[in-house]
């Protein structure tokens, strides 16, 4: 997850190991955390 860094759910669809459940899930929280950390970084 950290590598790819999906910004969709279609991204964290194509990540192995996360299917429909896991995304259902943890997907929200996922992408709001690694959307954070994105913006972070543009910051510095």
Do not use: H, W
């Not at 279609?10 to 954070?36: C, H, P």
Request: charged letters at 15%; a negative charge; aromatic letters at 4%.
């Amino acid at each position: 997850m950290a590598t790819v860094q999906p910004v969709s759910a279609g991204q964290m669809l194509d990540i192995s190991g996360v299917g429909e459940v896991k995304l259902s899930r943890y997907g929200e929280a996922f992408l709001n955390e690694i959307s954070r950390i994105q913006a972070l970084g543009n910051q510095i």
